[in-house]
Nanobody, 118 residues
């Protein structure tokens, strides 16, 4: 079973940057590389929304709200996915979740808090 652990969240001022990591523990690269990966976020009172995803071929997709500011990538050799977040805004404040999916299989991390405030 794939276990996902997010890290890198924290408190940052508007305009600052954070880099989130999602490590797939106990998942060898040969298995990790076949999964599509995604970052979601959920702010209090709001539904969970897709932030960005990256498929097994490295093709990416971004929500309009983060396009040009966030970058998703993956290192299959390390069984890890990343989200580089630049030019952060208060509205980016949310719990960020890592997701791995393949056909009917889907795994979720526990989430990491990102707070953008002065």
């Amino acid at each position: 079973q794939v276990q996902l652990v997010e890290s890198g969240g924290g408190l940052v001022q508007p305009g600052g940057s954070l880099r989130l990591s999602c490590a797939a523990s106990k998942t060898p690269p040969s298995r990790f590389e076949i999964y599509n990966m995604a970052w979601y976020r959920q702010a209090p009172g709001n539904p969970r929304e897709l932030v960005a995803n990256i498929n097994e071929d490295g093709n990416t997709n971004y929500a309009d709200s983060v396009k040009g500011r966030f970058t998703i990538d993956r290192d299959n050799a390390k069984s890890t996915m990343y989200l580089q977040m630049n030019s952060l805004r208060p509205e980016d404040t949310a719990v960020y979740y890592c997701n791995a999916y393949l056909r009917i299989v889907s795994y979720w991390g526990q989430g990491t808090q990102v707070t953008v405030s002065s």
